[in-house]
């Protein structure tokens, strides 16, 4: 086994506390050292390491995870990825750090696999070789361990890895061939408990959305090291930022250039866009351009992935908000020229050099 990567993992206590006093002959251990991991890690090297063995002793390991930790926000966890829950005993965390503790398990077994991001959630995937089988993990919740096969769109994502200069592969799932696979509980249910399933916004409890579009959802795929990685800063950038420390939040940010997960154009680059404007109201100017160059070097820029969307135009909108806020009508001009040089002359780049030429006229106005 090898443990020189674990790092969240270390010290954890398996199971957690109040598993472990329903049977007073269970002896809470740490997890890596673990008699239940050894004897994963003993079957899966006795298989013959198919795809299925690959999937049977991740499964395992994401099981063990989620009887490990506790699921949980960590919004006012300060700058960690744990809380301590005093009731329990236990460490809680929110998918991110499932993922994190689940990925550096599969590493310590060399268990091929990759780190997933969709619609503001994380988990583990595998892809196999040959394009034809693939299998998600969502260490929180027993019912999201399914197949993958038919529900990713695009480039096939073990294969993109591949290529070293490659950070991550953008894909389209459908989750509704997720949904499809969960026998346990209705539709809406799963809808109601893992809202990133859906783009729709659900009113009523029992609402289940017609529209196959809302089931489309943008996937990014990592690497387990850079994905870990990533996990780790996006949720360091989340939590500094709504706790009020924008040096730190910016700090952690900027770790994400060329990794930025959630360029979903539903999701309008939301991390991003509200660090962007905390700075602006902080005065924090020349920093916001440091947020837009994170975005902007994480988009695919050609391929059958290439980001067409207001996406796009992200950087373009950060240096004239900039250019406004510090009263510069000559860089508003060059914005303005700008928007008509990135990708296709479209009605919305239009729109925006139209916007930027309007606010550089109301500064000349103003003289």
């Known amino acids: 086994m090898k443990l020189a990567h674990i790092r969240e993992s270390a010290g954890l206590l398996t199971p957690r506390k ?8 269970l002896n809470r251990t740490e997890l890596i050292s673990s008699q239940r991991l050894r004897r994963i890690e003993a079957v899966y090297l006795g298989s013959e390491q198919t795809f299925a063995d690959k999937v049977e002793a991740a499964n395992e390991v994401g099981h063990m995870v989620r009887q490990t930790l506790l699921f949980g926000s960590m919004v006012k966890q300060g700058n960690q990825l744990w809380t301590e829950d005093a009731e329990t005993d ?27 991001f969709a619609n503001g959630h994380s988990f583990v995937t595998m892809f196999d070789e040959e394009g034809s089988y693939a299998h998600m993990i969502d260490a929180p919740s027993k019912d999201l361990f399914v197949e993958l096969d038919s529900a990713v769109y695009g480039n ?13 592969v953008t894909n389209m799932l459908d ?25 729709a916004k659900l009113v009523h409890v029992d609402e289940e959305p017609t529209a196959s579009g809302v089931y ?21 950038a989340f939590q500094y930022m709504h706790n009020g420390s924008l040096g730190s939040a910016l700090d952690a940010f900027v770790q994400l250039e060329g990794y930025y997960p959630d360029v979903d154009k539903e999701n309008r680059l939301q991390l991003a866009s509200k660090l962007r404007e905390r700075l602006a109201k902080a005065g924090l100017i020349d920093q916001m351009e440091d947020v837009a160059r994170v975005v ?17 135009y992200f950087l373009l909108d950060t240096a004239r908000r900039m250019a406004y806020l510090s009263g510069s ?12 040089h990135v990708g296709r002359v479209t009605e919305l780049a239009k729109g925006k050099q139209k916007r930027a030429r309007n606010l550089a006229a109301q500064i000349r106005k103003q003289r």
């Open 329 to 340: 009508d000559e860089a508003l001009d060059d914005v303005a020229e700008g928007y008509l």
């Open 296 to 312: 902007d070097e994480s988009l695919a820029k050609d391929g059958p992935a290439e980001d067409r969307t207001s996406n796009q």
């Open 90 to 116: 236990s460490m809680k965390t929110n998918c991110y750090g499932h993922t994190i503790v689940t990925s550096e398990l599969l590493d310590a077994l060399a268990i091929p696999h990759s780190i997933s």
């Open 156 to 168: 096939w994502p073990a294969t993109v890895l591949e290529d070293e200069g490659v950070k991550c």
């Open 175 to 199: 989750t509704s061939k997720i949904l499809a696979q969960v026998k346990r509980k209705q539709p809406y249910e799963m809808l109601q408990e893992h809202p990133w399933l859906t783009h």
């Open 18 to 25: 109040d598993i472990a006093d329903r049977d007073p002959g």
């Open 216 to 236: 489309v959802v943008m996937m990014r795929t990592y690497r387990p090291k850079e994905g870990r990685e990533m996990l780790r800063h996006y949720a360091m």
